[in-house]
């Protein structure tokens, strides 16, 4: 029974298209975060949403717009496409957010790889 | 500007033997060090953690030392064991009134030899 669960596992798409990424986690977790690994493998976290309430937003286009309709579920949505944004997206979960200072386990989904054509 | 740095790309141990994973900052207020272990085609895993007024924490295998003055932290896996093979990602976070930062490094692979 999956923790945190993401679909696609795999997106090939042209450039200027609006793709969409789902997530959703069946651990009652409060949090929920998409981070991005690019090419180089640095992992970095692009939003988080604390109760359905955006916490943080690092700089990234906003071409790129997170959407929690519930506690359970942050899916992604990228508009227009571009080269740069090929990657491997993670979606994770933790019960706390990063806010509480304290211990933050952060549960990752299995990643979604974004190839922009 | 890299805030978190494993300088690192891999380590190479024998099975019983000591495995070290180095991990530097820069930012002295950073609250909290996590460290993740990551196997192929899936997502990171959590491991352990180190709150920036310890300098020490241990669980089972793991333990993940700190040396603020040295703005260094490290994660040492003993017995290492052929499981252990993966890519081990340092975090750091900070956290400022409402909001917060996590910062990973680039990771470390490591590979046990049976």
């Known amino acids: 029974d999956t923790a945190v669960s993401q679909t696609p596992k795999y997106l090939v798409t042209q450039m200027g298209n609006d793709k969409s990424i789902k997530c959703e986690q069946n651990l009652g977790h409060d949090t929920m975060y998409w981070y991005k690994q690019d090419s180089k493998k640095f992992l970095k976290i692009m939003f988080s949403?604390?109760?359905?309430?955006?916490?943080i937003n690092e700089t990234v286009p906003n071409r790129f717009s997170p959407k929690s309709p519930d506690k359970a579920h942050l899916n992604l949505h990228i508009n227009s496409l571009e080269l740069g944004d090929s990657a491997v997206y993670f979606c994770?979960?933790?019960?706390?957010?990063?806010?509480?200072?304290?211990?933050?386990?952060?549960?990752f989904g299995p990643g979604t790889r974004l190839t922009v054509l | 500007d890299q805030q978190v740095k494993q300088n690192s790309p891999s380590l190479s141990v024998q099975e019983g033997r000591i495995s070290i994973l180095n991990c530097d900052y820069t930012?002295?207020?950073?609250?909290?060090f996590l460290w993740y272990k990551k196997y192929p085609a899936e997502g990171p895993t959590f491991l352990i953690s180190?709150?920036?007024?310890?300098d020490k924490n241990e669980d089972g295998r793991f333990t993940v030392f700190l040396n603020k003055s040295a703005k260094h932290l490290s994660l040492h896996i003993v017995p290492s064991q052929p499981g252990d093979s993966a890519v081990y990602f340092c975090?750091?976070?900070?956290?400022?009134?409402?909001?917060?930062?996590?910062?990973f490094g680039q990771g470390t692979t490591l590979q046990v030899k049976p």
């Open positions: 949403y604390n109760n359905k309430e955006l916490i």
């Open positions: 975090a750091a976070m900070r956290v400022a009134g409402n909001t917060g930062k996590l910062i």
């Open positions: 994770a979960s933790s019960q706390g957010s990063l806010l509480d200072r304290g211990d933050n386990e952060q549960f």
């Open positions: 930012n002295s207020m950073f609250d909290y």
């Open positions: 180190i709150s920036s007024i310890k």
